[in-house]
C-alpha cells in the first residue's frame, strides 16, 4: 500500500454541536462488522468467528444478519446502512456515512503517540458505546 491513508481515516466536526469525531473505513484485516443503531451512537460487534453466527449461517446475507441480532436499548434496530450518530449530541453525521465513527482523542491520526489515558478514553467509549455481548436474539 503506498497510500498511508487508504482507509480514508480524517478528523471531522459534528455538524450539530462541533464535537471532534474520527472517521474511518472499517479495516478489512478485522475479523468483524460492526452495525449501527439506526437512532443512536451504539454499534455492536459481530465477530465472523462467532459460534452462534457461524452455526446458523454458511451463506448468509445481511437481511438475515440485521433480523436475528436483538435490538438496541434505545428500541433502534442495527443495521449494515444505519447513518452514524454523534456520540454527545446524537444527531446524524452525514460525512462518516459507511465509515466507523470514533471519538477523536488527538492521537487518531498519528500527530502523537497514544497515551495510558486515550486507551483509558477509548475503553470508556467503547463500554457505552460498543456492544460486543448478549447480542444475539434467542
Ligand atoms: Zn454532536
Ligand atoms: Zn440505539
Known amino acids: 500500500m503506498d497510500n498511508d491513508n487508504w482507509l480514508e481515516a480524517e478528523v471531522i466536526a459534528c ?3 462541533g464535537m471532534k469525531l474520527y472517521a474511518v473505513v ?3 484485516f478485522y475479523d ?6 439506526d437512532s443512536c451512537p451504539i454499534a455492536v460487534e459481530v465477530n465472523w468467528y462467532d459460534p452462534r453466527f457461524l452455526n446458523r449461517f454458511h451463506e ?3 437481511d438475515q444478519i440485521e433480523s436475528i441480532l436483538n435490538p438496541c436499548e434505545c428500541g433502534g434496530r442495527f443495521r449494515f446502512d444505519s447513518p452514524r450518530h454523534c456520540f454527545d449530541c446524537r444527531v446524524e453525521v452525514p460525512a462518516a456515512l459507511q465509515k466507523d465513527l ?3 482523542t488527538g492521537c487518531e491520526d498519528g500527530r502523537r503517540e497514544v497515551t ?3 486507551r483509558a478514553r477509548f475503553e470508556q467509549f ?3 458505546f460498543l ?3 448478549n447480542i444475539w436474539r434467542n
Do not use: K, N, Q
Open 126 to 128: 467503547e463500554s457505552r
Open 131 to 133: 456492544r460486543r455481548h
Open 116 to 118: 495510558d489515558a486515550d
Open 26 to 28: 472499517h479495516s478489512p
Open 15 to 17: 455538524p450539530s454541536c
Open 32 to 37: 468483524c462488522d460492526w452495525l449501527y443503531c
Open 102 to 104: 470514533l471519538p477523536y
Open 60 to 62: 448468509y446475507s445481511s
